[in-house]
């Protein structure tokens, strides 16, 4: 190792966008279900490194997004993985209830099926009701 060179970090490894983000892709730890995309600010990396529950940036609010924070459909972080050219975060977490903001376990729901885009998970037959985050 050059002693010149600081260690390699996540936070020093990431190739942050011009608008300082960097896309996080969500995926159930145990069972590989993908589950959502979402920004992270490095602040937001941070933060779901130093508490273990994942904190994403909202866009629209210009702000940090606590996953759960009011419908309690918490992401905990399991493993931070970063892909080859640090454009892309993988974060493997254990998802309580619901990661789409419509309710849906996924917001991976919809399918391109005979030439037409199919929903192929209705949260009021899964769950019974929907349950909205804003945030994303």
């Given at each position: 190792m050059d002693e010149l060179q600081p260690?390699?970090?996540l936070l020093n490894s990431i190739s942050w966008n011009p608008a300082g983000l960097v896309a996080c892709v969500a995926r159930q730890h145990d069972?590989?279900?993908v589950l959502m995309l979402a920004w992270m600010d490095r602040a937001a990396?941070?933060?779901t490194l130093a508490t273990g529950r994942v904190c994403h940036y909202s866009r629209s609010r210009r702000g940090p997004w606590r996953k759960?924070?009011?419908?309690?459909?918490?992401q905990r972080r399991m493993e931070s993985r970063l892909d080859c050219d640090g454009g892309t975060l993988l974060?493997?977490?254990?998802?309580?209830?619901?990661a789409c903001h419509t309710g849906r376990r996924s917001c991976f729901y919809r399918a391109a099926r005979d030439g037409a885009l199919a929903t192929i998970a209705d949260p009021a037959v899964l769950y019974g009701a929907v349950r909205h985050e804003a945030g994303a």
């Open positions: 260690p390699r970090t069972t590989g279900e990396v941070e933060e759960g924070e009011t419908s309690g459909q918490v974060a493997r977490v254990e998802q309580t209830g619901a």
